[in-house]
């Protein structure tokens, strides 16, 4: 966004196709994170296992 802007303004960075892109795919990549840690928390290694 800050590349774009002085080229086509403010406002129009703002809602540009690459800083769109940009914004949903780290917000998919950290909503995936967060599942893959919590699921590990609560099934992985780290869970409390019963038995032999």
Do not use: Q
């Not at 919590?38 to 038995?51: A, K, R, T, Y």
């Amino acid at each position: 966004m800050y590349f774009l802007a002085p080229s086509i303004g403010r406002d129009a960075a703002h809602s540009h196709l690459v800083t769109e892109f940009y914004t949903y795919v780290s917000v998919g990549c950290l909503t995936a994170g967060l599942i893959i840690l919590i699921s590990n928390l609560f099934l992985g290694p780290f869970s409390e296992v019963n038995g032999p």
